[in-house]
């Protein structure tokens, strides 16, 4: 999936399936707590701290990939409620 198909698949859903987008200061709080439920879990699969019940690498590149893909869907809605398109953001910085 590209990044423009992401951020229109994103807003389909909030705005069929969804309620409604949270307003752009509760998506970034929420961005930041993705992203730090992602560097726990970095943390604890790639550094010093361990987790309680050891989990498989299987496991952990699970969760992994659920974080990343929260911290995508986060940013495609302040993206989309801040009329950015995230492709031409990309480009941009390369």
Not at 43 to 50: K, L
Request: charge should be negative.
């Amino acid at each position: 999936m590209d990044l423009q198909t992401l951020q229109e698949s994103v807003d389909k859903w909030i705005t069929t399936t969804g309620v409604r987008y949270f307003d752009i200061k509760t998506n970034t709080i929420l961005l930041a707590e993705e992203v730090g439920e992602f560097s726990r879990l970095i943390a604890r699969i790639h550094g010093e701290q361990s987790f309680k019940i050891p989990i498989t690498e299987a496991e952990g590149k699970e969760k992994l990939q659920d974080e990343m893909a929260d911290i995508l869907w986060v940013i495609s809605c302040l993206a989309n409620q801040l009329d950015i398109d995230l492709t031409k953001a990309i480009e941009k910085k390369f």
